[in-house]
């Protein structure tokens, strides 16, 4: 099945220093690749993805690279701020029998201090 | 749309009850995913219905975990005989196209089994 991994499980980072969150994953007929953001207390809510067509996405200040060779995929958050703190999530889907199965990475704990 | 909603919100109950968490996911949206959050495992995928009939299951860990989508507006996740090990964070997510596109997750429903 697909392997999705994620690092690091917890990154600290001072407010206005850039974040970088690497995922990597196993299934190469993976072709979509999301990142969810949960707060504390709160359900997990997509901020930015990308299909494997592109290799580049960005809004505002986050960006997502994909290196489908590689099979890695990561998320970049530029001048973070407090209000970024959260855990971050990637996903990659497995592929199997025409079905797009979503596995999640472990999570990231960003903690942006001001 | 009121979004992915999900009851109860918080269910306490003691070892050996029968527990049932229910969902309603977005209209229009032919997929519904049931996740498990622990601190231990992560977000873990249990169940998975595209079009109302069960894809994949093979994340429910044994036969006490049972699912149902009676109509496309409408699942639940039961469990019979509940065991404290079965303390988590229950989520609904619904989407259009399975894991293709954007998951919208519910509020999340808070177990503790005593």
């Known amino acids: 099945g697909e392997n999705v991994e994620q690092h690091p499980s917890t990154l600290s980072v001072q407010e206005g220093d850039s974040a970088v969150i690497k995922c990597t994953y196993s299934?190469?007929?993976?072709?979509?690749f999301p990142w969810y953001k949960q707060e504390l207390g709160k359900r997990p809510q997509l901020i930015i993805d990308i299909r494997s067509n592109v290799g580049e996405k960005k809004d505002q200040r986050i960006a997502v690279t994909l290196n489908k060779t590689a099979k890695h995929f990561s998320l970049h958050i530029t001048e973070t701020q407090p209000e970024d703190s959260a855990v971050y999530f990637c996903a990659a889907p497995l592929v199997s029998g025409g079905s797009y199965i979503p596995t999640f990475g472990r999570g990231t704990s960003l903690i942006v201090h001001p | 749309d009121a979004g992915v909603i999900q009851s109860p919100r918080h269910e306490v109950t003691e070892m050996g009850q029968e527990v049932t968490l229910r969902c309603k996911p977005i209209?229009?949206?032919?997929?519904l995913f049931w996740y498990r959050q622990t601190m231990m495992r992560g977000l873990e995928l249990l169940i998975y219905f595209n079009n109302n009939v069960p894809i994949d299951d093979s994340g429910m860990p044994e036969d006490r975990f049972s699912a149902k989508m009676p109509n496309a507006s409408f699942s639940t996740l039961k469990i019979q005989p509940s065991e404290p090990r079965d303390s988590a964070v229950y989520f609904c997510a619904s989407s259009f196209a399975s894991g293709r596109n954007e998951q919208f997750f519910g509020p999340g429903t808070r177990l503790t089994v005593l």
């Open positions: 299934d190469s007929a993976s072709n979509y």
């Open positions: 209209s229009g949206h032919n997929s």
